[in-house]
């Protein structure tokens, strides 16, 4: 099994360090609902820790969850309401979110704001080796005191100041030092500390945290692309020069970023489909087949035709995994080994979840095929359903199956030319009964009523499938 590891810059062979990986991942900053772009990379961390367990190892999964931030007390502020109110609500809007997408839960969801005293003796410790130092009430990292500093984004400290990246006040000895503590400013929430009134910096939350709950060293840190700089390089330099323990992290994991047009999907750039919105128009399969048909390294584009096209997808799998055969024959028809193995293998090649989906449209190809020559494809069927739900695919059934009614030649001639059913207007029975009455239509080849009976169901928001079976349909979202 081997993974790229953003560090080296190359794909590595997995050795974890233990019987439990430890992972890591970039959480939420709670101070509004979650965009399709956090989606992506949550789905796709989540998928990794799927196949981890599924290939054996026990999975220690950490998540953390930035409930203080410039972010936070800006919008608290212009609603006037408290940060930790704000904080609350996006908190749990996002576990809405991710249940809503069958992301599993991580083991540990810790709190900044429930960090604290492990975040002050983190940053008493660098103090104290001479790694940082106060300055007006906040506390620096000193960048010039880690040699290795720029090592995950490949970039010297020459090249970062001039791309403009170093901020902060004239109280820092280097422009690039970073913040570790920050000085308390009038109206927003602090904390005690050793050098004043204050919050933590972004960057030493999630060293404390991952060091709290993990240890000096973890398997797995993963996050999107737009995190490798500042905010991993910054993990790197605190924690190791923490520790003195090197590496800090054995694979550093990047998921390529979400475009909307040509930029990525932001809050702060405001062209964002929030995950709720996405939920409401497409089923949370129709979502990650739509995300995993990506590379998780490579950039994607959001497109309503893409998630079309992607729920139809879903709706192949679904169908493949709950047909039945028409036929007496019950020995298995489909090498469910091979698809076993060429599944196996491109998710052993860094997660290549579009080879995996592709391997599991091929199957559901082949157990359509098995079904139409009558032979048995159960044990097909289970296999789809156990890699689907390897890559987080419930493939719960939603189509609803009305199978044809056959029509004496007598009546071919007396199927009435006014459309009548029985049952309330939408409901399940009238929806059903239609579909038999459009059946006899088209037995009778009376193809224009069968098209008006369509175009009514269509109407309804009814989708409609026509198989070997029957017809079946389900409600649009």
Not at 214 to 235: A, K, M, S, V, Y
Not at 354 to 371: M, S
Request: charged share 25%; aromatic share 10%.
């Amino acid at each position: 099994m081997k993974i790229y590891n953003t560090l080296s810059g190359q794909k590595e062979e997995f050795l974890p360090r233990g019987d439990e990986v430890k992972m890591y991942v970039c959480g939420v900053t709670p101070y509004d609902n979650c965009h399709i772009g956090h989606a992506m990379s949550y789905i796709i961390f989540d998928v990794i820790r799927r196949y981890l367990q599924f290939r054996g190892y026990e999975v220690k999964y950490v998540q953390n969850i930035t409930d203080i931030d410039d972010k936070i007390i800006d919008r608290a502020n212009q609603l006037s309401i408290p940060p930790r109110e704000l904080a609350e609500k996006y908190i749990n809007s996002y576990f809405e979110d991710i249940d809503g997408l069958n992301i599993g839960r991580a083991d540990i969801y810790p709190r900044a704001t429930g960090e604290v005293p492990k975040i002050i003796e983190v940053i008493q410790g660098l103090i104290d080796k001479g790694y940082a130092y106060p300055a007006g009430g906040s506390v620096y990292f000193r960048v010039r005191s880690d040699p290795d500093y720029g090592k995950l984004s490949h970039r010297s400290l020459e090249s970062m100041i001039a791309m403009e990246c170093a901020v902060g006040g004239d109280e820092k000895e280097h422009p690039m030092d970073f913040a570790l503590w920050k000085a308390a400013k009038p109206g927003e929430p602090s904390w005690q500390s050793p050098w004043g009134n204050g919050r933590p910096g972004w960057h030493i939350e999630c060293s404390a945290m991952s060091l709290k709950y993990l240890g000096d060293t973890l398997d797995i840190h993963g996050g999107g692309q737009d995190l490798i700089f500042p905010h991993h390089e910054n993990e790197i330099a605190q924690s190791e020069s923490f520790t003195g323990v090197k590496p800090f992290v054995k694979y550093w994991l990047h998921n390529g970023l979400l475009q909307l047009g040509e930029e990525k999907m932001s809050k702060s750039l405001g062209n964002l489909i929030t995950i709720k919105e996405a939920l409401e128009k497409y089923s949370p399969d129709a979502i990650r087949i739509f995300i995993l048909s990506s590379h998780y390294r490579s950039p994607l584009t959001y497109s309503e035709e893409a998630l079309e096209a992607a729920e139809r997808g879903a709706d192949r799998l679904c169908q493949a995994a709950y047909s039945q055969g028409g036929g007496e024959k019950s020995e298995e028809s489909v090498d469910v080994e091979s698809y076993q193995q060429r599944f196996a293998a491109v998710m052993d090649d860094d997660f290549n979840t579009p080879q995996a989906l592709a391997a599991l449209f091929d199957l559901a190809r082949d157990i359509n095929r098995a079904n139409e020559a009558g032979l048995g494809a159960v044990e097909a069927q289970k296999v789809l359903l156990e890699l689907a739900g390897i890559l987080g695919l419930d493939l719960k059934p939603t189509w609803k199956l009305v199978r044809p009614v056959g029509i004496t030649s007598a009546e071919e001639f007396g199927v009435p030319t006014i459309i009548q059913t029985s049952g309330e207007i939408g409901s399940e029975e009238y929806i059903e009964n239609l579909i038999r009455q459009r059946d006899k239509y088209r037995q009778a080849k009376q193809w224009q009523l069968a098209d008006e009976i369509r175009a009514k169901l269509v109407e309804m928001g009814i989708a409609l499938e026509d198989t070997p079976q029957g017809t079946v349909w389900k409600q649009k979202r």
